[in-house]
């Protein structure tokens, strides 16, 4: 009965490099969702995804930033030439259909550090 | 527009203390839904309840309670005989029915309770 399942837990890349966080949502979830949370900061919405869609990406970055959710294996998102301001905790959500009264539950998120 | 307010950014408590952490949002919707989040040091983000726009009635679990007030687009959260374990940082977000699918979260309340 896994959860929201986030790897890596920790993702170090040197300016430039590109970073691919991956998202495995709970068992039976189509709905996912990405949140950066910076340093002392509270979440911040990027990215809505259902399977093989993207519903909502006002949150995200227009340049270097993107987001999948195939029909089959986790969700990515990637980061291309990441810069130091990339720096930040990425957490994904997932629910069952991504109306009113769900919940999200959260992975544990991958702490992205850019040198 | 969407936004949650959480003006206090830390606490700290004696254990046994009491404390409310407080949460207003800004909503043009009638319907939506508001969400208390716990994230403890270890870093993943616990849901603690949801409540839908169309229930006041305040709630208690166990040392937990909510008071949700729609006239002052309040959503405050209690926490009655702190213990050390409360220790978190403890998000406060709302989800509108027809704007979009992305949940809003406050900046957070970082609560450190001392023993």
């Known amino acids: 009965n896994a959860g929201v399942m986030q790897n890596p837990r920790h993702l170090v890349r040197r300016r430039g490099q590109e970073a691919r966080l991956r998202c495995s949502p709970m068992?039976?979830?189509?709905?996912v969702y990405w949140y950066r949370q910076l340093p002392e900061e509270g979440l911040k919405f990027m990215v809505y995804?259902?399977?093989?869609?993207?519903?909502?990406e006002s949150g995200m970055p227009k340049e270097r930033f993107s987001a999948e959710f195939p029909k089959e294996g986790p969700s990515i998102l990637r980061i291309q030439q990441v810069v130091r301001g990339d720096s930040a905790a990425y957490f994904c959500?997932?629910?069952?259909?991504?109306?009113?009264?769900?919940?999200?539950?959260f992975g544990s998120g991958t702490q992205l550090s850019v040198l | 527009a969407q936004k949650v307010t959480q003006a206090q950014t830390e606490i700290s408590v004696v254990e046994k203390e009491d404390v409310t952490l407080d949460c207003v949002y800004e909503?043009?919707?009638?319907?939506?839904?508001l969400f208390w989040y716990k994230q403890p040091p270890s870093g993943e983000l616990v849901f603690l309840i949801r409540?839908?726009?169309?229930?006041?009635q305040n709630e208690i679990s166990g040392r937990y309670s909510w008071n949700f007030q729609k006239s002052t687009s309040s959503f405050n959260f209690t926490i009655t005989a702190s213990q050390v374990v409360d220790s978190a940082v403890y998000f406060c977000?709302?989800?509108?029915?027809?704007?979009?699918?992305?949940?809003?979260f406050g900046p957070g309340t970082r609560l450190s309770v001392l023993p």
């Open positions: 977000a709302l989800k509108q029915e027809n704007y979009g699918q992305n949940f809003v």
């Open positions: 909503t043009r919707d009638t319907t939506y839904y």
């Open positions: 959500a997932s629910s069952s259909t991504g109306q009113g009264l769900e919940k999200l539950f």
């Open positions: 995804l259902q399977k093989e869609n993207i519903i909502d």
């Open positions: 409540r839908n726009s169309f229930d006041e």
């Open positions: 068992k039976g979830h189509s709905h």
